[in-house]
């Protein structure tokens, strides 16, 4: 009889064989529970079977997710670091007898490793860390290759776009566009202008994207990736808004300038967020309701004209006329014809029938004569008399007309000084000056710049049917510029930025060279000290200031306290050393 060995049974086999290796083996399921250790894992690691990875292995756990996450069919090498000696992580997927997928690992010793498969592992391992800053990155990410494919997808872009990875992986930006997935591109447009690209998207269900588009070059400048982040800033943009609007009711003053505001003359909003120009809006008011001559003074473009329509709305006559009239746009040897009219036959060239003035066109209604100083003297005369006895007397004739006119004028010159040099008649500077408003200007109205500023750029996106917005920088350098033209300047700007400007953001560099200028220098610009004055004395001289500009828009010393960024221990002694208590 022969003797037969037994047969082998293969399952028993691979256990011993697992059991005897001394390399740690051990696999585990989804949610990172231990379902197979072998006795050298369980003697060097000490794990068994149910416990979770998570707590004796954290950094095995993490990149267990990272290899799950990257869906790789090349097993990853990852070198980790243990209590007392680095170890290797070699990964990969294998499913047990009901076909659940489970990650199986086997953990040599590093040092082994050679220096060019050490050089491999540490390049896989950045790449499994690379894959996991991207996934929790709270901006939307994604990466597209030169000719704008998407190749990857972040699951911050997921939830911003409300699509899986997988819908849009492997297509065209091209493609996408139409379907409505956004309006612009910031990827495509990167991988045709070969530069960064910054826009701003809007998205079907009505939020707002700010994309910017990186390029990514070989070492040959070869376009080889396009990154793209996004971020929402639907709720941003609200909030931003809503705190201009909180920080415009902080007093009483602002609050009534609100409910002014909502009244528009010609289209434009009064924008008034400044005590001064609440102050000048509030007189116009007042003076609308009585039928006085109103003299209305400030630099040019800093609105007079605005406040003129103001008055006429609010008056009794805004149902009449109200003529407009330049008085230095008109020639000298013709302003008397064009304001109190001519007769036939008056002078070379004169309409056969003659012509009613600009007076008698405005009857019952209002006068607006801006530039008054430009006025000649021949005229101020015939002007003063109507403002004495409503009587006018057309050039060539010897009828006079009574009417009913009311005065409103306007100059950006000092009367006063022109009174002096016998250029303008102190009578009539004295008829019209019964009421005189002054119109601040824009580098004296800090509180209105940025809600103007924004004002406009929308008014004139709307206009140009583009979308603009400013970026923070862009915005904070045209609020501390001092648009010496005033809001005439200040429109021209914004304008010029909606036209101009290349992308939907506008940021510094798309700012004209007079106001990027002015913020290069870090200075005012009107900063202009005395040769003779020490520093000392500067210094001193700018705190007084600022101390007396705090007292008066302060209530007590604890309110400017706190908006110096000093005790108020502090503001009484300076308060008293300045003579200001």
């Not at 083996?25 to 794990?47: H, K, T, Y």
Request: charged content about 25%.
């Amino acid at each position: 009889m022969t003797n037969q060995e037994s047969p082998i049974n293969p399952q028993s086999l691979a256990a011993n064989f697992l059991d005897a290796i001394s390399v740690p083996l051990l696999a585990c399921d989804g949610q990172e529970r231990i379902v197979f250790v072998n006795p050298a894992a369980a003697s060097q690691l000490g794990v068994k079977v149910g416990m979770s990875l998570v707590e004796p292995l954290p950094k095995l756990a993490e990149a267990i997710g990272n290899f799950r996450r990257s869906a790789t069919s090349n097993p990853p090498l990852t070198i980790l670091r243990g209590a007392s000696a680095p170890y290797l992580a070699m990964l990969s997927t294998v499913k047990d007898a009901d076909g659940q997928k489970l990650t199986l690992c086997l953990l040599p010793p590093a040092p082994s490793i050679p220096d060019s498969d050490r050089r491999v592992l540490d390049f896989e391992a950045l790449t499994l860390e690379l894959h996991a800053i991207i996934d929790s990155s709270s901006d939307g990410l994604f990466v597209c290759d030169g000719d704008a494919n998407v190749i990857r997808v972040n699951p911050a872009s997921e939830r911003i776009h409300k699509r899986m990875a997988s819908e849009m992986v492997g297509r065209n930006m091209r493609e996408l566009i139409p379907e409505g997935f956004i309006d612009r591109s910031a990827a495509l447009e990167a991988s045709l202008q070969k530069k960064v690209v910054s826009l701003l998207q809007n998205m079907p269900n009505g939020r707002k994207l700010i994309s910017i588009g990186t390029p990514v070059f070989d070492q040959s400048g070869e376009l080889i990736r396009v990154v793209v982040s996004e971020r929402d800033i639907t709720e941003i943009d609200k909030l931003q808004r809503e705190l201009e609007n909180q920080e415009a009711i902080k007093d009483q003053f602002r609050h009534q300038m609100l409910e002014m505001q909502q009244a528009e003359f010609e289209g434009r909003k009064i924008i008034a967020r400044s005590p001064n120009m609440i102050k000048a809006l509030r007189q116009a008011l007042k003076v609308a309701a009585a039928d006085s001559s109103v003299l209305i003074l400030g630099e040019s473009g800093v609105g007079k004209g605005v406040v003129a329509d103001m008055i006429h709305s609010n008056s009794q006559r805004a149902d009449r006329p109200l003529i407009k009239i330049n008085c230095g746009a008109i020639p000298e040897s013709l302003i008397e014809a064009e304001l109190f009219g001519y007769e036939k036959g008056a002078f070379t060239g004169a309409s056969p029938g003659g012509k009613p003035g600009q007076f008698e066109l405005a009857h019952e209604g209002i006068l607006f004569l801006d530039e008054i100083a430009e006025l000649p003297l021949a005229a101020q005369v015939k002007l003063l008399r109507f403002l004495e006895d409503g009587r006018i007397t057309r050039l060539g004739g010897t009828e006079e007309r009574k009417l009913d006119v009311r005065v409103l004028a306007a100059t950006h010159r000092d009367l006063e000084e022109m009174i002096e040099q016998r250029t303008f008649r102190l009578d009539l500077y004295y008829r019209l000056n019964v009421i005189p408003i002054h119109v601040p200007a824009v580098r004296e109205r800090k509180d209105c710049l940025v809600p103007l500023i924004r004002h406009y750029i929308d008014h004139f996106s709307a206009i140009n049917k583009v979308s603009k917005r400013l970026t923070r920088a862009a915005l904070e350098a045209l609020a501390n510029y001092s648009f010496p033209g005033n809001v005439r300047e200040l429109m021209n700007i914004s304008e010029r930025l909606v036209v101009m400007s290349e992308t939907e953001v506008v940021d510094l560099a798309d700012l004209p060279s007079q106001v990027a200028g002015s913020v290069r220098t870090g200075v005012p610009e009107d900063l202009d000290w005395p040769e003779t004055m020490t520093l000392q004395q500067a210094l001193e001289a700018v705190e007084r200031n600022l101390l007396a500009r705090a007292r008066e828009r302060y209530r007590n010393q604890t309110m400017i306290a706190e908006a110096l960024g000093v005790n108020q221990s502090t503001i009484a002694r300076k308060l008293k050393r300045y003579g200001l208590s």
